[in-house]
């Protein structure tokens, strides 16, 4: 018997202003399509970009449903959007931003179990990690280089062969 540890590191930005300007551009996209996050029951608004290797930002915020389960978070919206359009193209990064209609957000919106599990597919699937940018509506942001620092022990396609 032996004792292992995980251990990551991530980046604390006290404010998004000092991102590099692309990944301050992604951040600025995953703000501006909050606004047409469709969250009338939660009244908490996600946004998020993908930044694909060919160059384009893909969006998504979420979208939720009178069926509660039947909703989707920005984070699949969007990874999935890319997926879609531009099969195969890997993705470098995404940025995700949230704001509630009850409370400040002041700390970086960290990607839900379930988006969490499909992003690691795409990461799976090409070559290079994907980074997380977070942030909540105002505040520091959180930046990992790989989505696969916030799954550990992630299920995946291994497992059916
Ligand atoms: N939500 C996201 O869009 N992304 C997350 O990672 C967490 C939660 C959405 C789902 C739902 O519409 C609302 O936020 C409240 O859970």
Redesign the pocket.
């Known amino acids: 018997m032996h004792k292992k540890r995980i251990a990551f590191d991530y980046w604390v930005y006290e404010s998004m202003e000092q991102l590099p300007p692309p990944e301050l551009q992604l951040m600025d996209a995953a703000i501006k399509s909050r606004q047409n996050a469709y ?1 009338p ?2 009244g ?1 608004r ?1 946004g ?1 970009a993908v930044l694909l290797d060919n160059g384009e930002i893909v969006i998504g ?4 449903n009178a069926s509660y389960p039947s ?1 989707l ?3 699949r919206v969007a990874v999935f959007q890319s997926g879609a359009r531009f099969p195969g193209v890997p993705i470098r990064a995404i940025a ?1 931003s ?1 704001a509630s209609e009850r409370q400040k957000v002041d700390k970086p ?4 179990g379930n ?1 969490r599990q499909a992003i690691a597919e795409y990461e799976l699937r090409q070559e290079g990690g994907i980074a997380v940018l977070m942030m909540g509506e105002t505040g520091a942001v959180h930046k990992c280089t790989s989505l696969a620092d916030l799954l550990p022990f992630a299920f995946g396609p291994s497992y059916l062969e």
């Open positions: 969250a029951y939660s908490f996600v998020a915020n979420n979208q939720e909703g978070c920005a984070e995700i949230a919106a960290a990607p839900c988006c």
